[in-house]
């Protein structure tokens, strides 16, 4: 896979950088050699990668690191430095000043910066961006979930070859599957299953940025059986073959389609429309010695014309001993429980 990283870094370790991306061709390093140099290349935002040494000249710089990477919450960032005091005291405040940034990945020089294994962890990042930048846009429906269904679902998005099927998602939240369905089901999630191929498409679509990796090596990487089956996710939820992902579709683009398919908007509630309460029967005066006739409700459908004559309510009519007593405030027009508007 193709790379730009930036880096800000003591010399032996910008040494050590260039031999792990040395040996691949196509990926480019941008080396600052200071500390402003590499914020103001760090605004651009044009980076794959970015790794950085909090401590690099020799003074503690994890404070303003940290607002620095918020800033760029969806930039993929490795922590690469000496072990030394300093250097364990930055990344812990980096840890705890960073709202965005989980101090995940972290290189110890002379420790775990072997050449084939340091390369493989950062050819891995633009993939972890993506997943960073689908959580914060289903962040206001993970927050509607139990806390460790939410987990389930972080750990899903960020490591989707560790989940065969809807029933790991649930033991990894600790719950039963049709508990899982019930809660994503209520937080807005179109279903446990759609959240297990958006996140194989998420990573698949990390791999296709690199035109030097087949369809059919990408399928097997995300766990799928045949290529055929990506290809059908594909069209389904994105809308084109994965050939024209690879092509067409920026990163923005691809989470953003995700995100709507995965957590729909509810469209606004469309319930049925109150119907007009019936027009009462009225009475009419009658002449001295008669009693008053009411209109039958039977025949309230068939008066037609009696109710556009000017007519009078008797305000001490009383009714007639067998019709049913009257409720104040009752309209049996309407149901005492209206259907409930269906959400798209």
């Not at 691809?254 to 908007?265: E, K, N, Q, R």
């Not at 004559?309 to 027009?333: H, K």
Request: with cysteine; charged share 20%.
């Amino acid at each position: 896979m193709s790379l730009d990283v930036l880096s800000y870094l003591p010399a032996p370790l910008q040494s050590h950088l260039r031999v792990v991306l040395g040996g691949t061709r196509g990926h480019i390093l941008t080396a600052a050699d200071r500390w402003e140099g590499f914020i103001e290349e760090l605004r651009r935002a044009t980076s794959d990668v970015v790794v950085v040494d909090p401590c690099a000249d020799g003074v503690s710089r994890a404070a303003a690191l940290a607002a620095a990477l918020d800033a760029h919450p969806a930039t993929p960032v490795v922590i690469y430095t000496p072990v030394s005091p300093l250097s364990f005291r930055a990344i812990a405040e980096l840890g705890r000043y960073s709202a965005h940034h989980a101090v995940h990945q972290i290189v110890l020089h002379r420790y775990d910066d072997e050449p084939r294994r340091f390369l493989e962890m950062l050819e891995r990042q633009p993939g972890n961006a993506l997943s960073v930048a689908l959580l914060d846009r289903l962040a206001p429906a993970l927050a509607d979930l139990p806390p460790a269904l939410t987990r389930a679902v972080e750990r899903l998005v960020r490591h989707p070859t560790d989940f065969h099927d809807v029933g790991d998602l649930a033991a990894t939240a600790r719950v039963t599957i049709r508990t899982a369905y019930r809660h994503l089901a209520g937080a807005g999630f179109t279903s446990p299953r759609a959240l297990l191929v958006g996140a194989r498409l998420l990573r698949a679509y990390a791999y296709a940025r690199d035109p030097r990796q087949s369809l059919e090596a990408i399928a097997a990487k995300v766990g799928y059986s045949a290529p055929r089956m990506m290809a059908k996710h594909m069209r389904e939820v994105i809308g084109v073959t994965p050939r024209a992902v690879r092509r067409q579709v920026r990163p923005w683009e691809f989470v953003d389609t995700l995100a709507t398919w995965l957590c729909p908007s509810p469209e606004p509630a469309t319930g049925p429309a109150p119907r007009t309460p019936a027009p009462r029967a009225r009475a009419r005066i009658a002449p001295p010695g008669i009693a008053p006739a009411r209109i039958a409700p039977s025949r309230i459908s068939d008066a037609g014309p009696v109710w556009d004559r000017t007519v009078r309510v008797l305000a001490d009519a009383v009714p007639a001993p067998d019709a049913a007593p009257s409720i104040p405030g009752f309209d049996a027009s309407w149901s005492d429980h209206p259907s409930r508007p269906r959400l798209g």
